[in-house]
């Protein structure tokens, strides 16, 4: 894994720590996480159906974005990690050594040679 993926998630999840760690309440349990996790999932899909899908959204809602609900998505995920002691590089490396291996020959490779450049 490269060291600039390594240390920019590292620096993130640490980021996150130092915000939650200001406060008594700290970490919530991995339930808690797990229902925060599915109700930001569930904003970046009404994001998505209002963008790409067919339900409008009611008149007097407030403007908003997918790349607020990503974004909220990734701090509770580096919250959620960082709550059960879980080095997101290393589960990152993990996850697409897995992917770059069992997916290799799943999709149509692009003919370098054709590519513009
Ligand atoms: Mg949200």
Redesign the pocket.
């Known amino acids: 894994m490269s060291q600039l993926t390594q240390s920019d998630l590292q620096s993130m999840q640490k980021r996150v720590d130092q915000y939650i760690s200001q406060f008594e309440e700290g970490y919530f349990s991995p339930l808690t996480m797990m229902a925060r996790f599915t ?2 999932v569930g ?2 899909a009404r994001e998505v159906n209002h963008r790409y899908g067919e339900k409008p959204k009611k008149d007097n809602e407030a403007e908003n974005t997918i790349e ?2 990503l974004g ?1 998505l990734l701090f509770v995920t580096l919250s959620f990690a960082n709550s059960l002691n879980i080095d997101l590089a290393e589960a990152f490396d993990q996850s697409m050594t897995k992917i770059e291996t069992r997916d290799k020959n799943r999709w149509t490779k692009k003919d370098i040679g054709s590519e513009k450049s």
């Open positions: 109700e930001e904003e970046l607020n609900e909220d």
